[in-house]
Nanobody, 122 residues
Framework: QVDLVESGGGLVQPGGSLRVSCAASGSGFIFSNYVMSWYRQAPGKERELVAEMTATGRVTHYADSVKGRFTISRGQDKKNLYLQMNTLKPEDTAVYYC?????????????WGQGTQVTVSS
């Protein structure tokens, strides 16, 4: 079992910055065994993939709407995942979720955090 806890959300003005974090815990868990992703879901909209990193730490995806503004990274301890968000826009307002997944013996294991609210407003 893997537990993911997001933090760092809050209210920020347009043009501001925020960093959200995802702390993982679980027996023997380290991020380097999993594909790691940040998703977000705005009110009335479907959950969308924002950024993704492979188990080896290679960034493979940014949503077009966040390219050049958001950066996904992981901590040296390999138990924390981050999303640095710069030049925030009102349309970035959403609940941000951390997700990790891997395939073991042909079966996908996937875990979600509870989410952290990010509100961009003046």
């Amino acid at each position: 079992q893997v537990d993911l806890v997001e933090s760092g959300g809050g209210l920020v003005q347009p043009g501001g910055s925020l960093r959200v974090s995802c702390a993982a815990s679980g027996s023997g868990f380290i991020f380097s065994n999993y594909v790691m992703s940040w998703y977000r879901q705005a009110p009335g909209k479907e959950r969308e993939l924002v950024a993704e990193m492979t188990a080896t730490g290679r960034v493979t995806h940014y949503a077009d709407s966040v390219k050049g503004r958001f950066t996904i990274s992981r901590g040296q301890d390999k138990k924390n995942l981050y999303l640095q968000m710069n030049t925030l826009k009102p349309e970035d307002t959403a609940v941000y979720y951390c997700n990790v997944r891997r395939v073991v013996l042909g079966v996908q294991q996937a875990y979600w955090g509870q989410g952290t609210q990010v509100t961009v407003s003046s």
